[in-house]
Structures are given as C-alpha cells and as structure tokens.
C-alpha cells in the first residue's frame, strides 16, 4: 500500500540485494526499475553495511 503511494512505475528504486520478499514484491506491483545494492560481509561471514563506492556505481548505469 505505501510502495503504491510512493512509487510511480518505472521509477528507480535502490534495494539492497537480501531485502524481504515482500519488497520484492512491491516492486513488481508498482511496475518500479530495482537497482540491487550488494551488501558486505565481514570475517564472520555476517552481512553488512553497502560501501560508499557500491552505492555510486549502478545509478550511473540507469
């Protein structure tokens, strides 16, 4: 309902690449263009933050 809202079709949406299903979702139902951000995993093998320069590349190459 809020994706509906907020997201016209073929809009940009950055997501990052393990989010829930249910954005998943929201994107198909919107119509939106996803732009998938990798997140990184530390020693541990624990997801983390998106780094600084992952986060530039993709929005120039919509």
């Not at 073929?10 to 954005?23: E, K, W």
């Amino acid at each position: 309902m809020v994706w509906h809202a907020n997201v016209a079709p073929n809009d940009i949406v950055v997501v990052d690449r393990n989010c829930h299903v249910s954005v998943l979702h929201a994107i198909t139902m919107t119509g939106a263009i996803p732009v998938f951000l990798t997140p990184r995993r530390n020693h541990l093998g624990i997801i983390g933050p998106i780094a600084l320069d992952d986060r530039r590349i993709p929005l120039r190459e919509k």
